[in-house]
């Protein structure tokens, strides 16, 4: 049961509306200062995929259809783009998530679009559907500047869940490539290179007296500190993380992974925080049924730090993460 604080008696309204707009903006400039740690003590050579290139914008952008500029996915068309076409690379990327369906693998997993007027000639609007057989290690035709194709993933119910396996479970990640185009590929990048030296989760802190089981705040209670979330690096040795752009930035739930700032450091919430602003790219989410896992981690022993003149709860031990596949997940996902 959550531990609430002395109720306000018979102040002033006036004093409880500026108590309330006051307390929200503070508690997220703390929580941003928080998940700021120093710089990595890895160096490492440049992590130079052609897969970051382009830029993202910030938005809640709820009905999520991103893509990469200047990449060429490969892979089987299950429609041709010669006589399929559209204004937008975002009705191309919609006309492919109408392919599927509520469960299962989608028909369309792929999409390829031609939106440089100039560049495109005649082409302009070739929207491609195509079917990847292995959707976390895509077919790559071409890549850089050159190229004036823009190209997105889809991933259906069961599909585009990786593992961080720890020494307390796995955690399984669906993750979101067409919400966090740029974010994904660095994360199957780091796939299938099968190295993730150095990936680690540092941070702990519960949800203390502030937030109930499901994740819900309680009513009058803090926002912290303990904050609700463990935080980690997957910045391993040898990749030096190229910054990722800011992807769709909805508010933070329950499961929710995220970068801090632009990465590589990360975090994954205990609870639903709406008080905080929508400025972290969420590239993923934990399967409901793992966060116990996440609970698990979140109640070891820490140490008290102090990051920027923030108390924070850091690990007496980090675990450290090995990034794996997870095949065939048939378990319900968020």
């Given amino acids: ?11 002033p309204f006036w004093i409880l509306v500026t108590a309330v707009l006051v307390s929200c903006p503070l508690a997220y400039l703390a929580l941003s200062t928080a998940l700021r740690r120093p710089e990595s003590r890895f160096s490492a050579h440049s992590y130079d995929g052609a897969w970051q290139e382009g830029r993202g914008a910030a938005s809640g952008d709820e009905d999520c259809c991103r893509g990469q500029e200047h990449l060429e996915l490969w892979g089987a068309a299950v429609k041709w783009g010669t006589d399929h076409k559209f204004n937008s690379s975002r ?3 919609r006309a492919c998530k109408s392919m599927c369906g509520e469960d299962g693998p989608c028909l369309c997993n792929s999409w390829v679009f031609c939106g440089d007027r100039e560049r495109c000639g005649d082409r302009f609007g070739e929207c491609w559907l195509k079917k990847q057989e292995d959707v976390l290690l895509p077919a790559l035709h071409d890549s850089g500047k050159k190229v004036i194709w823009t190209s997105g993933l889809i991933y259906g119910k069961g599909e585009g869940i990786v593992g961080l396996e720890t020494d307390y479970g ?5 993750l979101f490539p067409d919400c966090a185009p740029h974010s ?3 994360v199957l990048e780091l796939l299938r290179s099968r190295h993730c030296a150095g990936c680690q989760i540092y941070r702990a802190e519960g949800r ?3 937030w109930d089981t499901k994740g819900n705040h309680i009513s009058d209670a803090s926002f ?8 980690g690096t997957l910045e391993a040795e040898g990749f030096l993380f190229k910054k990722s752009p800011l992807e769709a930035c909805p508010a933070l739930t329950r499961g929710s992974v995220a ?6 450091d990360f975090l994954i919430s205990l609870a639903n925080h709406n008080e905080w602003r929508r400025a972290y790219t969420v590239f993923g989410a934990v399967l409901p049924e793992d966060m116990d896992i996440a609970e698990k981690i979140a109640g070891l022993e820490t140490k008290s730090d102090v990051w920027d003149n923030i108390n924070v709860l850091v690990l007496e031990k980090p675990i450290n993460l ?3 596949r997870v095949a065939d997940i048939g378990a319900r996902e968020s």
């Fill in 184 to 186: 994904v590929a660095y």
């Fill in 322 to 324: 090995k990034l794996k």
């Fill in 224 to 231: 912290g500190p303990p904050y609700a979330l463990i935080q």
């Fill in 170 to 174: 796995t955690l399984r990640i669906k």
């Fill in 1 to 11: 049961m959550g531990r609430r604080p002395t109720e306000a008696g018979g102040r």
């Fill in 91 to 93: 009705e191309c990327c």
């Fill in 208 to 210: 203390g007296y502030s």
């Fill in 259 to 264: 970068w801090v700032d632009s990465g590589p």
